[in-house]
């Protein structure tokens, strides 16, 4: 008899061989990282090492593919909770975490600052004490970064950064699995980053060098990304052996990128700066003209939402533009962080190449 597959998978079924143990078996067992993030926090990609980035993006693929693909149901989050507080308006992130993890089985709660005490009548610590009684994870979305890092002192639980004023590190995982899915690595990419020195630009400074990528940076005088993490960037640039560039010619680091990425020139809070803003920011709308500086298999990225003076319709509605399977992506990324954060859950998925 041809010993194939199909005949092997037969016989050890009537043997009572598990389907899990018969894919590790045939195909092998999907490789391991040995990297171990339950009870965490996720403030910002700084301190997270390369492995622990290509973990957290290994998971989020694993459970795109079971859950949406394979239509599996992975209840690992049954029986907790989690308490979402929202200082700021959200679309992808409230969306992508309350979805997310009631998909996983658990119960979210949003609160906003209309809901609870933060801050007003009662103060971060004793708000971070009893959610950590109550919940099993903190997200949340703040003006004040300094606020994250005084309720991951105060509690006992994982607190993940929904978005602050220095970082956005559920974006970047987002953004990182979008280009892994597209060019199917992420080494050797150059991102070129046009735009403002913002949250976002410094969850990429923070974290690209160490997963191999350069990054070539054009902000307008005076909206220059924090220097602090400028300093750090430069040391990571070094160490990892990937080259950096900080201009304010917005074709000088489009040229030979295979990313092109932008975001609002306004974010919340920064409504009275529009008139300014928007006078700083001319001759940073990424076109075709801006795509031709860059490499053949460019490709557009905005973390939304969007207006179209920082990007033409010509190309945020391209075949090149990622930006919708950017924006579901948040969804499976931050179901990784919450699994990785809250669970021993190993991936049954192959490795990917990273």
Request: aromatic share 8%; with cysteine; glycine share 6%.
């Amino acid at each position: 008899m041809l010993f194939n597959r199909r005949n092997f998978i037969s016989i050890a079924k009537l043997a009572g061989t598990s389907k899990q143990l018969l894919r590790q078996f045939w195909y092998g067992a999907p490789a391991q990282m040995n990297v171990h993030l339950k009870g965490r926090d996720l403030l910002t990609l700084q301190n997270y090492t390369a492995d622990e980035m290509k973990y957290l993006l290994w998971i989020a693929s694993d459970l795109k593919q079971r859950i949406k693909h394979k239509g599996e149901y992975l209840p690992l989050m049954q029986g907790k909770s989690l308490a979402m507080i929202f200082e700021k308006r959200s679309t992808r992130t409230r969306l992508s975490a309350e979805t997310g993890f009631a998909l996983l089985g658990g119960h979210p709660s949003f609160l906003t600052t209309q809901d609870i005490h933060l801050g007003t009548n009662e103060s971060l610590t004793d708000t971070a004490r009893v959610l950590s009684s109550m919940t099993n994870a903190i997200l949340a979305r703040v003006y004040n970064h300094n606020d994250l890092d005084l309720m991951a002192k105060e509690a006992t639980i994982p607190i993940i950064n929904g978005l602050s004023d220095l970082y956005h590190p559920l974006q970047i995982l987002a953004d990182y699995l979008t280009l892994q899915e597209h060019y199917g690595g992420l080494k050797g990419l150059t991102i070129a980053w046009i735009g403002d020195g913002n949250n976002v630009l410094q969850s990429f400074m923070s974290s690209a060098a160490k997963l191999g990528m350069h990054l070539r940076i054009a902000t307008p005088r005076g909206f220059e990304p924090d220097l602090r993490i400028t300093k750090i960037t430069e040391q990571n640039s070094k160490e990892y052996g990937t080259k950096l560039l900080l201009t304010t010619d917005p074709l000088e680091a489009a040229d030979s990128a295979n990313v092109l990425v932008t975001d609002t020139w306004i974010s919340m809070g920064q409504e009275e700066e529009k008139k300014e803003r928007l006078k700083a920011f001319q001759g940073y709308q990424i076109t075709m003209q801006t795509a031709k500086s860059a490499a053949s298999n460019w490709t557009f990225l905005h973390c939304l939402p969007r207006k179209p003076e920082e990007v033409d319709d010509e190309v945020f509605y391209s075949p090149r533009s990622l930006v919708f399977q950017e924006a579901e992506n948040r969804k499976w990324t931050i179901m990784a962080v919450m699994v990785s954060l809250l669970t021993d859950y190993s991936p049954q998925l192959q490795k990917p190449t990273f």
